[in-house]
């Protein structure tokens, strides 16, 4: 992956470029000069990072596994903290480092860089699949009991929105991806309005916070697990938001200070959705809410407007490495604008065949968020670091996170594929 492609993949997980930077031509070769961003901004991008569409799964996780799983919403977010900051001691130990791939290759060579990409890579698809997915079943739960026949084909009304939406997604696929950028810069605005929302919603809408609940629920565990790692899947853009720092010594303050407002956050939303819809909370807590509330439409409306503008973003990395891999001898504008559209058009053929918003976000939090985010980061850096060799509380530490991942990747996606499989 190269710069190029580094920055897309900063970009497309909400973090808008804050360093300065000026191109000009000086012996035939492109200059850039980069000036370090501030503790604040640094803050400011690890948030954006991690805020995502989680956070309207959180209700369904905690209903999953009852009142106790919120312990294991900290100690995710305590592991997934404590691995972004073995990135950064990697990054320590190699200043040729700088992006996660990177840190793959300087562990296992060309296998490592293949394996970190390859996950990414399905990450982003997947977590973009899922838009689509929230997207249809917001707007079938707004407008129900409604479809529509295309080419002598019928589209249930969730399965039309999906459609539509596409439609709606495909220019901004067509155009210069740079463009929407800050658009989706609004990351933590937006899971600030839906808290809010959600909040003011139970307080004055007269649903209120009667639900008790269940201590704990052993079978749901799983489910809960995945999802609560799906929430901290922000590790690829760790590192560039590293080297974009002024002063690189407060960043892992920053780490910390953004792990803790974020759990915060999930924590709350969390909480809120359980104690308002109990066990009848659904797998995206906007479908709970009464459609003709102001506040039940402000949240519905964030959450459609958020993903159509973070599509095209989310996908970036991924058309840049198969332009490069299919046209790397043959450069051609429409056979760009192709393979943006059927990529684009694979997306919708997998949410309409798997239009399970949950249990495909659990799927990408099991096997694909744990896996980048718990496992690869404690396996390069006993690596890297060569660790692996001597015993100590820091090796203890990391082998057993890591094993917890392991265990995260084979309970999980085992249960998150019996439960697709089960709903087909």
């Known amino acids: 992956m190269n710069r190029e492609q580094t920055h897309d993949l900063l970009v497309h997980l909400n973090v808008p470029l804050l360093v300065d930077v000026e191109d000009g031509c000086e012996s035939g070769h492109m200059k850039k000069h980069y000036h370090g961003t501030t503790f604040f901004k640094t803050c400011f991008n690890g948030l954006n990072a991690l805020s995502g569409v989680g956070i309207l799964s959180v209700p369904y996780a905690l209903a999953s596994g009852g009142w106790l799983s919120l ?3 900290l100690v995710i977010a305590a592991a997934t903290c404590f691995t972004g900051l073995l990135m950064r001691r990697c990054m320590d130990l190699d200043s040729h480092i700088q992006t996660y791939p990177d840190i793959g290759e300087r ?3 060309h296998i490592g860089r293949t394996i970190v990409s390859v996950f990414m890579y399905l990450e982003l698809y997947l977590v973009a699949t899922g838009f689509l997915i929230l997207e249809g079943d917001n707007l079938q739960n707004i407008f129900p009991n409604m479809g529509f026949e295309l080419a002598g084909v019928k589209f249930s009304g969730e399965q039309g929105f999906i459609v539509i939406v596409a439609l709606i997604i495909l220019p901004t696929m067509w155009v210069d991806l740079s463009l929407l950028s800050y658009v989706s810069a609004g990351g933590v605005l937006a899971s600030v309005v839906i808290i809010g ?5 139970g307080v004055f809408d007269e649903i209120g916070f009667h639900e008790k609940g269940r201590l704990v629920n052993i079978g749901g565990i799983p489910t809960a697990v995945s999802l609560y790692a799906f929430c901290y899947c922000a590790h690829p853009v760790f590192p560039t938001l590293y080297t974009s720092m002024k002063d690189k010594s407060q960043f892992s303050k920053v780490l910390l200070l953004c792990f803790v407002l974020c759990t915060i956050s999930y924590a709350s939303m969390a909480v809120l959705g ?3 819809y109990g066990e009848n909370v659904k797998s995206q807590v906007t479908l709970n809410l009464p459609v003709k509330g ?3 439409k ?4 964030t959450t459609l407007i958020n993903p159509v503008t973070k599509f095209a973003l989310m996908l970036t990395p991924i058309v840049g490495a198969l332009e490069n891999w299919l046209l790397c001898s043959y450069k051609s504008r429409p056979m760009s604008l192709l393979i943006r559209t059927m990529l684009l058009l694979s997306t919708i053929i997998v949410a309409i065949s798997v239009p399970f918003f949950g249990d495909l976000m659990s799927l990408v939090g099991a096997f694909l968020s744990a896996t980048a985010s718990i496992i690869l980061p404690c ?4 690596k890297i670091s060569g660790t692996y060799r001597r015993w100590g509380i820091e090796m203890v530490i990391t082998i057993g996170i890591m094993l917890m991942g392991v265990c995260v990747v084979v309970i999980g996606t085992y249960t998150s594929l019996r439960q697709i ?4």
């Open 294 to 296: 102001i506040s039940s």
């Open 197 to 201: 929302s959600i909040l003011w919603t």
């Open 71 to 73: 312990i294991l919403l």
């Open 421 to 424: 499989f089960g709903h087909l």
């Open 298 to 301: 402000i949240a519905i409306c």
């Open 379 to 382: 396996v390069c850096y006993l």
């Open 107 to 109: 562990a296992f060579g």
């Open 274 to 276: 359980y104690m308002m």
